[in-house]
């Protein structure tokens, strides 16, 4: 299975995305993870976008798509479906993504969606903040997040519908119920699909 999730700024990608790629064997590419790696690591990729992460704007376009490019590139080495969390947030990287997609013989079949509210996710993700210090967790900057997930991001979806791989779970619930209703929905959609 090869699953694409899309979902705002606090909604629970990550922890989501870990839970399905752990059920399902998958391998996880997870591309703000990979970003903060490298600024952790003071890398040369991480010196270029440490700035733009703590602002929580789009690093370049070149830079995550050849970081997704890679994690595609390597689940097909290994024979294995993926979990790509992070890419896309605009409709330009959609495409993009498509089309490496299409060159790998590695496209998407679900895109995975999950639905949260903006003072539920202003709540979870200013509480986040009292924890994990991430750069990009206070208040301002979060604002911006969730303004331009909703103007940018959401917008993405109707590609998805339009493909009909879109699937779309309501994430304002606790952490389980949310993973037991996403392993359902896609243990269904995985009945429906051709084995690879
Ligand atoms: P969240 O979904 O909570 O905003 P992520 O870990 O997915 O957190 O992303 C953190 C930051 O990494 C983003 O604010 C952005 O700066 C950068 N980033 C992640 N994915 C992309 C992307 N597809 N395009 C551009 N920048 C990205």
Redesign the pocket.
């Known amino acids: 299975m090869r699953v694409l999730m899309i979902a705002p ?2 909604a629970g ?1 990550g922890t989501q995305g870990a839970v399905v790629a752990e059920h399902f064997g998958l391998d996880r590419i997870t ?3 990979l ?1 903060r790696r490298n600024v952790a690591e003071d890398t040369e990729l991480g010196r270029r976008v440490q700035p ?2 703590a602002r ?4 370049p376009d070149d830079i ?1 798509l050849e970081l997704t490019r890679q994690g595609l590139a390597a689940a097909k080495a290994a024979g294995r479906g993926y979990v790509l ?5 605009t409709m330009a ?1 959609a495409l993009a993504a498509y089309r490496i997609g299409l060159r790998l013989r590695m496209t998407a079949d679900v895109a995975l969606h999950l639905a949260a509210d903006d003072d539920e996710l202003l709540r979870r993700l200013l509480n986040r903040a009292g924890t994990e210090h991430r750069a ?1 967790d206070n208040e301002p900057v979060i604002r911006q ?1 969730l303004r331009f997930y909703r103007e940018v991001t959401e917008p993405v979806l109707q590609f998805y519908a339009r493909r009909r791989i879109l699937l779309t779970v309501d994430a304002q619930r606790p952490l389980e119920a949310v993973s037991a209703d996403v392993i359902a929905a896609l243990r269904e959609r995985a009945a429906g699909l051709a084995p690879r």
């Open positions: 700024p606090g990608k591309i703000g993870d970003l733009t992460l929580g704007e789009l690093v995550v969390d992070g890419v896309p947030r990287q990009d997040r």
